[in-house]
């Protein structure tokens, strides 16, 4: 967590002064959009922290600079394995420290190259995009956006094969702590399942979770719901709730509604679907599991993105 002292917030403030911001959300996981086209504007974390604040600020779970991925080391690095991928998320939490991946953000930064003429998606169309998570290929549809979010895998494999949960999860609301299970989506979650939608909404998330062991950098905490009956029309339902990394409780969580898919499939066992509606707080997004051309099992998520609001710093 960065300072946001009265004289670190006034520094920002006249760093932040002029520059043009795009205000959007997916499913309420709202975000500030910056285009730096020309590689110019050094963000540092308390920019982002101050812009971020819904008091003193903006207001926004994260801020996305999208900046051609030729001006990043890790842009350039993403280009020799995927020459296409020339515009790279450069996502920070709203605390302003760094983050690999967002899903709903990634859909709706692609909205803001749209929007913005940056990029000619028309529908059915794909685009690459670079993240500190790898690439991800987005697909515009008539409904909003879907991305391959790439294979998942187990945080830590040899607990989840032998116990199908690797740690225990304590939080405000809880009367005792809970098991969990920590899914890598290019960023680190940890899914625990709870019995009843009552549960679900004493769950208290003004303070992070406390998991036990945690992931080496942290970790986004999901609690779902398995909706009785699991499956309507070959489709599973959950519903959840998130405390991300640096943020708190955000109204929706692409990376964790696709680890809550994937934890909640992992439990159910080899007749469990691969696709999934996942309800959260600022709506529903989809989540479907489809093998990959290299043979590893990707996982898709799909959403809208919206637009709100266009502006300029004071």
């Not at 969580?253 to 994937?262: K, M, P, W």
């Amino acid at each position: 967590m960065v300072s946001t002292s009265a004289e670190a917030a006034l520094s920002a403030r006249s760093r932040l002064s002029g520059l043009p911001f795009t205000k959007g959300h997916g499913t309420g996981n709202d975000f500030i959009l910056v285009a730096d086209t020309d590689g110019s504007v050094d963000l540092t974390a308390a920019d982002v922290a101050v812009a971020c604040d819904r008091h003193r600020g903006i207001g926004a779970d994260g801020l996305i600079r999208a900046v051609p991925s030729s001006y990043l080391p890790e842009g350039r690095a993403l280009l020799e394995q995927a020459p296409d991928a020339q515009w790279f998320m450069d996502y920070r939490n709203g605390d302003g420290s760094v983050s690999e991946m967002c899903g709903n953000g990634v859909r709706v930064f692609v909205h803001f190259l749209v929007s913005s003429g940056l990029i000619d998606l028309p529908e059915g169309a794909v685009v690459a995009v670079g993240t500190r998570g790898g690439v991800k290929r987005v697909e515009r549809s008539a409904d909003g956006y879907s991305v391959d979010m790439g294979a998942w895998e187990f945080i830590y494999p040899r607990a989840a094969a032998e116990r199908a949960t690797d740690s225990l999860v304590d939080a405000d609301g809880l009367q005792v702590a809970r098991p969990g299970l920590s899914i890598s989506m290019g960023n680190p979650h940890t899914v625990v399942a709870l019995a009843e939608i009552a549960e679900l909404r004493a769950t208290r998330l003004f303070d992070a979770p406390v998991v036990n062991p945690v992931p080496p950098n942290g970790t986004n905490v999901e609690f779902v719901v398995p909706h009785d009956p699991l499956m309507h029309d070959g489709v599973g339902q959950v519903s959840m709730r998130v405390h991300e990394r640096g943020v708190g409780e955000t109204l929706s969580c692409g990376t964790g509604a696709c680890a809550a898919a994937v934890a909640t499939r992992y439990w159910a066992g080899e007749d469990a679907p691969d696709i999934w509606s996942v309800t959260v707080p600022g709506g529903t997004v989809g989540v479907r599991f489809a093998p990959s051309a290299g043979g590893s099992e990707h996982v898709h998520l799909s959403g809208p993105a919206v637009l709100v609001a266009n502006g300029v710093f004071a």
